[in-house]
T-cell receptor, first 114, second 114 residues
């Protein structure tokens, strides 16, 4: 079975804190993604990575950075958390190349910034 | 960022009714995917479509890849209470297969009255 694991389901952080959200996949996928989901706005892509140490900005990268040191792990970093970053964060992964790159999601991480 | 136009935004139906939702875009896609998200969980893949005109079923669910490659629909027959959730369409733009990047619709929230 396909497995994308997000390390924390629920976090509460203070404004200004540095926050790390970790994601691991066990399918040897080349591509990994971080989305945030907010009511009425659907899924918005923050960053994605198509190879180790490679990263590209998505639609809303401001206030975030990412790290991909190993193929199976993709970390999302909030350098200085702010209240407008309170949201549900979804990690996902997929194979590269060809047609039909089905994306598989983790269970999500609920972040509250107070 | 680009998004698909998904409709309706929400539906409140009686158990046993059929449901239909669709996604449209001005762009051409080479893959369409339909996901369901249960409350508090990550999206789970329901159906994947890879060819224009393709009609695929998964139990009570049926989805089609539009002939123009710019749209797709999902039907649910004889709805039951566990069909409750948010349904997302997602498409892969022609030429983006290497990164696996998907464009998501804003979701259709389905509620089923027993």
């Amino acid at each position: 079975d396909v497995k994308v694991t997000q390390s924390s389901r629920y976090l509460v952080k203070r404004t200004g804190e540095k926050v790390f959200l970790e994601c691991v996949q066990d399918m040897d996928h080349e591509n990994m993604f971080w989305y945030r989901q907010d009511p009425g706005l659907g899924l918005r892509l923050i960053y994605f990575s198509y190879d180790v140490k490679m990263k590209e900005k998505g639609d809303i990268p401001e206030g975030y950075s990412v790290s991909r040191e190993k193929k199976e792990r993709f970390s999302l970093i909030l350098e200085s958390a702010s209240t407008n970053q309170t949201s549900m964060y979804l990690c996902a992964s997929s194979h590269s190349g060809g047609l039909g790159n089905t994306i598989y999601f983790g269970e999500g991480s609920w972040l509250t910034v107070v | 960022g680009q998004q698909l136009n998904q409709s309706p935004q929400s539906m409140f139906i009686q158990e046993g009714e059929d449901v239909s939702m669709n996604c449209t875009s001005s762009s051409i896609f080479n893959t369409w995917l339909w996901y369901k998200q249960d409350p508090g969980e990550g999206p789970v893949l329901l159906i994947a479509l890879y060819k224009a005109g393709e009609l695929t079923s998964n139990g009570r669910l049926t989805a089609q890849f539009g002939i123009t490659r710019k749209d797709s629909f999902l039907n649910i027959s004889a709805s039951i209470p566990s069909d409750v959730g948010i349904y997302f369409c997602a498409g892969q733009l022609r030429g983006s297969s290497n990164t696996g990047k998907l464009i998501f619709g804003q979701g259709t929230t389905l509620q089923v009255k027993p």
